[in-house]
């Protein structure tokens, strides 16, 4: 058998030291000395990424007092994220920020900006604690970076997500405003329809209706689209379907304000036009309805 080689006589063997540890593998000690550095030095610190925020003139929707507060606690999330290695309080926190200060009108580009002004001011300051022992300085470096960045992206992804949210619900409110379901007599709803209808906002559309004639126990539904210069087929269909749902549910649907073009496309779907109760102009259409509900019409000229 091949006899392994004694090593020359006198050498010894001695444990790794922690400068001989494998890099991105910080030992805690160092993470505990990280921490501890950044804490000690928490006013100076702050104060010193205040200024940066009002030098590159970040968050100017926002107060002084506001900015102090919101930086200071910003700050403290960061150390005890970097202390736990742990994300969940900084996520929440990060969610809870955006809520406040989105309708104040702050964009990302300032939040991003101000996560990664607060990280190039706490490297700068390891950079000056450590600069005589480089050795150490890149242990420190090894710990702070990957979850400096991590942070970084955690707080952008908190905003991002938090501004399409609030998007969403602008979007969802406006399309609601688009779209009113009105009661004008007991059991009669009237739905006008102005502008561009896209499928989402036809699914909406046919969500709010059928939801106010279950709550308002509508018999008659008048849906106006006189304000509806074209509708292309997959809306056609939706529309058919909405009068369909409609009848379901015990209200009669009578569609006014029919273009050529939009006649043209029901038309062209296979839609029996005879079977669709339709009428000229949304007047004559509240009229009939009110025939419908046992209303008599009277004729303007004769009210004396």
């Not at 102090?68 to 999330?77: K, L, M, P, R, W």
């Not at 009237?190 to 561009?196: K, Q, T």
């Not at 509240?286 to 009277?298: C, N, P, S, W």
């Amino acid at each position: 058998m091949a006899r392994r080689d004694s090593p020359p006589r006198g050498t010894t063997f001695k444990e790794p030291s922690t400068a001989e540890l494998p890099r991105n593998e910080a030992p805690p000690e160092l993470l505990r000395e990280l921490v501890a550095h950044l804490r000690q030095n928490r006013t100076h610190l702050r104060e010193e990424w205040l200024r940066r925020i009002s030098e590159t003139r970040l968050l100017t929707a926002m107060t002084k007092e506001e900015i102090f507060a919101e930086a200071t606690s910003v700050y403290d999330s960061y150390v005890e994220a970097l202390e736990t290695g742990t994300f969940e309080a900084l996520t929440s926190y990060a969610r809870n920020l955006s809520e406040r200060i989105i309708p104040r009108g702050v964009e990302t580009h300032e939040v991003i900006g101000i996560v990664l002004l607060l990280r190039d001011v706490l490297a700068r300051s390891l950079f000056a604690k450590y600069q005589a022992d480089s050795e150490i300085l890149n242990r420190i470096l090894d710990a702070y970076e990957p979850a400096a960045n991590r942070i970084a992206n955690t707080v952008a992804v908190g905003f991002v997500q938090e501004r399409e949210r609030v998007i969403r619900q602008q979007q969802e409110a406006i399309r609601e405003l688009s779209t009113p379901v009105l009661q004008v007599r007991e059991r009669l709803l009237i739905l006008p329809i102005i502008g561009v209808i896209d499928p989402q906002r036809a699914r909406q559309l046919t969500e709010q209706l059928l939801r106010g004639i279950r709550t308002n126990r509508a018999k008659v539904v008048v849906i106006d689209i006189t304000g509806v210069a074209a509708m292309d087929v997959t809306v056609a269909n939706h529309l058919v379907q909405t009068v369909e749902a409609s009848r379901l549910l015990g209200a009669t649907v009578i569609v006014t304000g029919l273009s050529p073009e939009i006649a043209q496309t029901l038309v062209t779907i296979g839609v029996d036009l005879g079977k669709m109760n339709t009428v000229g102009d949304l007047q004559g259409g509240i009229e009939q309805a009110e025939r419908l509900l046992g209303y008599k019409v009277v004729p303007s000229s004769e009210e004396r």
